[in-house]
């Protein structure tokens, strides 16, 4: 037996763009070996995800429908995750890097007894379901490879934003009603909250513009709001400012925030301490604005403005916006 097994997230119903990467990559890894990529998802209309699962590569569905688990509950995730892999004979268990994906894969990985590759930006996958890994160590100033040679399931969580989604024609997954594991949970979670304005999650956003202690008030902070919308991104900032209570920690960026890898990340007035770097070094495209020449966001950008922000991001914005309207 083998085969991969992939933690489908979702989120009001639908998949989350995340765990489609996840999906696209398991196919990836799995072609050319025979080996079949199986997901599980969770809460009422599980089944309804067949579709896109199968678009992006798995051939069957395990659809745990259970309404009890339309929010989060960690022990039932975590033992029904690992019990489908016992019961399919998957020799790889994949998730997003999600915080929902590292929780439920952590827990699952103690529960079978085997090694976690967590925050993944690259993947190899070798005989027999062995994994080797690449992710990043010392906030993000370097890369280290890792692996589980032996311990199968072999384990591993995929950075967000880093692999792509990529959507065929394949036929809807097959799906198989599977129960949740009994399990009693110790915790619950009573009810998920959002943000009233429905803005995009700076984890899943493929752009994210992000502000810092530049903007040098609270109220200046809608500089950074429209730029993000004129681009169809979303909203980050730095630990500073959430400190200083301008925005919600939802919008943190950096090692004690969010990690982001978008494909276009604009830092507007960020010096670039190391901890938010940590938060956004693997970003695609990374374009800084400060009026500082030798701040140490500069090093890590792809294209960097010296200038200041109340006159650049005004101005970058109106272009942007003319540039749509114009498409």
């Known amino acids: 037996m083998g085969g991969i097994l992939v933690l489908l997230e979702r989120r009001g119903g639908d998949p989350k763009g995340s765990s489609l990467q996840v999906l696209s990559t398991a196919r990836k890894l799995a072609e050319g070996t025979g080996d079949a990529v199986t997901a599980i998802a969770f809460g009422a209309g599980a089944s309804a995800s067949a579709a896109v699962a199968g678009a992006h590569g798995a051939t069957k569905l395990l659809a745990v429908e259970d309404p009890a688990l339309d929010l989060y509950v960690p022990e039932v995730f975590a033992a029904t995750l690992a019990e489908a892999a016992r019961t399919t004979g998957a020799d790889t268990i994949l998730g997003p890097g999600t915080s929902l994906g590292r929780d439920v894969?952590?827990?699952?990985?103690?529960?079978?007894?085997?090694?976690l590759l967590s925050d993944l930006v690259e993947i190899e996958r070798g005989a027999g379901g062995a994994l080797r890994g690449k992710r990043p160590v010392y906030s993000g100033k370097a890369y280290a490879w890792a692996k589980v040679p032996e311990a199968r399931p072999a384990m591993a969580t995929l950075r967000p934003n880093v692999f792509p989604a990529v959507a065929s024609g394949a036929a809807p997954a097959e799906v198989i009603p599977t129960a949740p594991a009994g399990v009693t949970p110790r915790c619950k979670v009573v009810r998920l909250e959002t943000s009233p304005a429905q803005e995009l999650d700076v984890a899943?956003?493929?752009?994210?513009?992000?502000?810092?202690?530049?903007?040098?008030?609270?109220?200046?902070?809608?500089?950074?709001?429209?730029?993000?919308?004129?681009?169809?991104?979303?909203?980050?900032?730095?630990?500073?400012?959430?400190?200083?209570?301008?925005?919600?920690?939802?919008?943190?960026?950096?090692?004690?925030?969010?990690v982001v890898s978008p494909s276009l990340y604009v830092a507007c007035?960020?010096?670039?301490?190391?901890?938010?770097?940590?938060?956004?070094?693997?970003?695609?495209?990374?374009?800084?604005?400060?009026?500082?020449?030798?701040?140490?966001?500069?090093k890590a950008a792809t294209y960097g403005i010296v200038g200041d922000v109340f006159e650049v991001v005004p101005k970058l914005t109106e272009e942007i916006r003319k540039i749509r309207a114009d498409a």
């Not at 008030?217 to 980050?236: M, Y």
């Not at 900032?237 to 004690?256: L, M, N």
């Open 105 to 115: 894969l952590a827990r699952a990985a103690a529960r079978l007894s085997t090694g």
């Open 204 to 258: 899943e956003a493929s752009i994210v513009v992000s502000g810092g202690r530049g903007l040098r008030a609270p109220e200046h902070f809608s500089l950074v709001r429209d730029l993000a919308q004129a681009l169809g991104g979303a909203v980050g900032a730095s630990r500073a400012v959430v400190d200083a209570g301008w925005i919600p920690h939802a919008h943190q960026v950096g090692q004690t925030g969010k």
């Open 269 to 298: 007035g960020i010096s670039g301490a190391i901890q938010h770097l940590a938060g956004m070094s693997s970003s695609k495209v990374i374009v800084a604005i400060n009026k500082d020449p030798d701040a140490p966001i500069f």
